[in-house]
């Protein structure tokens, strides 16, 4: 070989060995291409528990009792009735299950004061209720029926609280108070109750979410 032949190979060979090694560096210093994108991952939900349904109100029957009558009757519109001063009243009181019945009262007075149970009365010390077993208030004194009569012409509201048990935030509170206050009376002779509670009472009307308790608000009005 001559040369200039010679010269042209090694020449030749230079070059591939240079387009090799930039092939090398080329490759080596670009890194694979990746896919860059952030896959947000699904975030898992949380459950939220279910709220137990508000505990069922008792049904309430008013019965009337009219001056000269020996006999009561249903007073079928006693919400928008007005009685008069002479006009006696009992209350039919049918829960929905078992549990106590507590009656709250705001009379004409203006004093908040327990109903019932009541302590000084025999028979109506003990506010236990079962379902399918009305209760009648004023307690019946020897089989014989007794009556609310009015002391004064006004606004009477009865709240008739219905608890399961003593476990219940209102039968709790009102349970309290009877034991704090019995020496704290009306003259009537009622316990006298701390006014707070009858807002208690009507935050239970308006958002009636305890499935511990229900309270029904009666209003009663009558002149002379």
């Known amino acids: 070989m001559g040369g200039k032949a010679r010269r042209a190979l090694l020449f030749g060979l230079f070059g591939l060995l240079l387009l090799g090694a930039g092939g090398v560096g080329w490759h080596w210093f670009s890194p694979a291409p990746s896919d860059s994108r952030t896959v947000a991952a699904t975030p898992t939900p949380i459950a939220t528990p ?40 009992r209350l039919t009181i049918d829960p929905p299950g078992d549990g106590l019945i507590y009656l709250v009262q705001r009379g004409t007075l203006d004093d908040l004061t327990l109903l019932y149970p009541d302590r000084r009365i025999p028979y109506a010390t003990d506010n236990s209720v079962q379902a399918g077993t009305p209760v009648i208030f004023p307690p019946a004194t020897r089989g014989e029926p007794n009556w609310f009569a009015f002391s004064k012409p006004g606004v ?48 239970a009307i308006r958002q009636p979410t305890d499935d511990r308790s229900s309270v029904t608000r009666m209003e009663i009005r009558h002149v002379r």
């Open 156 to 203: 009477e509201i009865i709240y008739v609280v219905y608890v399961r048990d003593k476990t219940a935030k209102l039968a709790r509170v009102i349970e309290k108070e009877q034991e704090r206050n019995q020496n704290s009376r009306n003259r009537l002779g009622q316990v006298v109750l701390d006014k707070g509670i009858e807002a208690l009472l009507q935050q």
């Open 50 to 89: 279910t709220p137990p349904p508000p505990l069922a109100s008792p049904q309430l029957t008013v019965f009337v009792k009219k001056s000269g009558t020996a006999e009561g009757q249903v007073a079928e519109d006693w919400r928008e009735q007005v009685f008069t001063s002479r006009d006696q009243l």
